[in-house]
Structures are given as structure tokens and as C-alpha cells.
């Protein structure tokens, strides 16, 4: 299978947040993206998935040269993608166990059934495998989680879903390094034939534990450069302004804070926070 994407431009409001995104990932890769915040990694993967707050302006999605961009959301998901979101939604009255399961039953054929027996079976492997408290499957969905919790509880989602494409959206973001091996450690595990991987983040520290094929620098809207592992090394060591200086690219993100700092009279030791 591939997910094709081909010159991609997309709004989020009035503003062009996407422009003219080109990847490709084909089953059994694992590919990362990464790039400085407000760069639109979330809105790359609110597109792929159909998130009704951006309008994709220009180019395609392909999954298996089915065009993605004419599903639904529910028809997106069926087909085999999915998205582990930067900040999971809570569902109160619903307990995970149950959203598991509808989504698992989604899947299914007319008059098929989702196993019960299976079913609980393996989810209570993926809640150990993920070192989860076991009593997470009968809690409302993400209703009074830790971050962490709620990340971990993006990936118990991909386990039992199996999804074709999995995007991950800063799953590192709230997991201590504990987290982070274990989650590392059952992305790794997806690794397959049957599934292709998107991860975006951050930070190169993720990388640490999950094996990926590709790596994608993204700024400004676009993918400004390809390569393999070795781009992670020199992210972590050199942060992204030498591609910013080597292609000759000026953040307006950058920019902008630069102006409110100036406006605010912050102090130097805020700039850290901002990015
Ligand atoms: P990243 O995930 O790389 O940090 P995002 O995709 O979340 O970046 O956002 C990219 C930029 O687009 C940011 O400057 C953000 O504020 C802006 N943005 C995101 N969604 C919207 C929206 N619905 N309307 C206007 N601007 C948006
Ligand atoms: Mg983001």
C-alpha cells in the first residue's frame, strides 16, 4: 500500500498554512518528520485525516491511488488510516473499552462481529504491553488523564485498531523517558508489512527509540529536505537554523514572535519557551 500526498496546499482560516507539500510512504516504512512549531505538522496530519478546521486549497491524497481527500473522516479511518492526535480529545460516558470496540466494529462486514472474548483478550495485552493501569479499558475515554496517559492511550488505539498508516503528532510531548521507551518500544513493534508510519515531532529524543526509514525537515509549509537518520543527529546538534541559512529561508513564525517580544519587553530567558 502508499499514501501518496502531491503538492499539497491547505488553509487553516484565512491563512496558508501548507504550501505545495510533496511525501510518499509506502507499507512496511517508517518515516519522521521534523520541524520547529507552527511549522504545520498538525495541520499535515488534520488533513490527512479530514479535520473539518483546514481547507486544502491545491493537490492530492492518494491511498492506493484512491483519492482520500473525497472521504469521510469514519471512510478514512475504515480504509486504514489513523491518527494519533497532538491533543486527544476526551469523550465522557464512553469508556475506552467501548470506543474500542464501535471503531473495531466499524471495520467489520455486515453481519460480522467483533469477538468478545478476543477482543478483551487483547486489549488487555496492548493495556500491559503499554504498562497502562489495568483499569484504563473501563475509564471514560482520556476523562481525567495525565498527558502521558492520554498518549499512551493514542497508541493502546493504534494496537487494537491495526491501521494501515498510523500518524503520530508529538506522541512524545508529556512522557517522561520511561513513556517514552515504552511507546517507542510498541511503535517499533507495529513495524510490518501491513503498516506504514508517520512521525512527527519535535524533539530528536523519540528517535532515540523508534527505528525510522526516512526523515522529512518541514518548515514554512513545505518539506525542505529528505534524507535518512543522519538528519536527526544534526537537528539535535545544530537545531534548524543552518537549513534556514542553506536554503535561504526566512520564518515569518520567527518574525512574528521576534515583533511580539520586542512589543512585550519580555525577558531573553522567556525566548525558550516559545519554541
Ligand atoms: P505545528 O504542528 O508544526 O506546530 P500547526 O500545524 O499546528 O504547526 O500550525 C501551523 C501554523 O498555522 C501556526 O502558526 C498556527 O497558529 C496556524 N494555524 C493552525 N490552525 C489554524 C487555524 N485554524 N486558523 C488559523 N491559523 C491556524
Ligand atoms: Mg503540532
Same mark, same amino acid.
Given at each position: ?26 507499507? *512496511? ?35 492506493? *491511488? ?181 536554503? *535561504? ?27
Amino acid at each position: 500500500m502508499e499514501l501518496v500526498i502531491k503538492n499539497l496546499h491547505a488553509n487553516g482560516g484565512d491563512k496558508e498554512i501548507l504550501k505545495g507539500l510533496n511525501l510518499m510512504i509506502k507499507s *512496511g516504512e517508517i518515516h519522521a518528520i521534523m520541524g520547529p512549531n507552527g511549522t504545520g505538522k498538525s495541520t499535515l496530519a488534520g488533513v490527512i485525516m479530514g479535520n473539518p478546521k483546514y481547507d486544502v486549497t491545491g493537490g492530492e491524497i492518494t491511498l492506493n *491511488g484512491e483519492d482520500v481527500l473525497a472521504m469521510e473522516v469514519d471512510e478514512r479511518s475504515r480504509k486504514g488510516l489513523f491518527l494519533a492526535m497532538q491533543y486527544p480529545n476526551e469523550i465522557s460516558g464512553i469508556t475506552n473499552a467501548d470506543f474500542i470496540k464501535s471503531a473495531l466494529q466499524a471495520r467489520k462486514k455486515e453481519g460480522e462481529h467483533v469477538a468478545l472474548f478476543k477482543f478483551v483478550r487483547d486489549l488487555e495485552k496492548s493495556v500491559k504491553e503499554l504498562k497502562m493501569d489495568p483499569d484504563m479499558p473501563h475509564r471514560y475515554v482520556n476523562e481525567g488523564f495525565s498527558g502521558g496517559e492520554k498518549k499512551r492511550n493514542e497508541i493502546l488505539q493504534m494496537k487494537m485498531l491495526k491501521p494501515n498508516f498510523a500518524i503520530l503528532d508529538e506522541i512524545d510531548s508529556g512522557l517522561d523517558i520511561d513513556a517514552l521507551r515504552i511507546v517507542g518500544e510498541n511503535v517499533n513493534q507495529m513495524r510490518g508489512e501491513d503498516f506504514g508510519g508517520l512521525v512527527i515531532t519535535h524533539y530528536q529524543r523519540l528517535l532515540d527509540y523508534i527505528d525510522v526509514d526516512y526523515v522529512h525537515i518541514m518548515m514554512n509549509g513545505t518539506i525542505v529536505k529528505s534524507g535518512g537518520k543522519e538528519l536527526i543527529a544534526k537537528i539535535d546538534a545544530s537545531g534548524y537554523d543552518w537549513l534556514k541559512t542553506d536554503l *535561504g529561508i526566512e520564518e515569518e513564525v520567527e518574525e512574528k514572535k521576534r515583533i511580539v517580544l520586542g512589543a512585550c519587553a519580555v525577558k531573553e530567558t522567556k525566548w525558550d519557551n516559545l519554541s
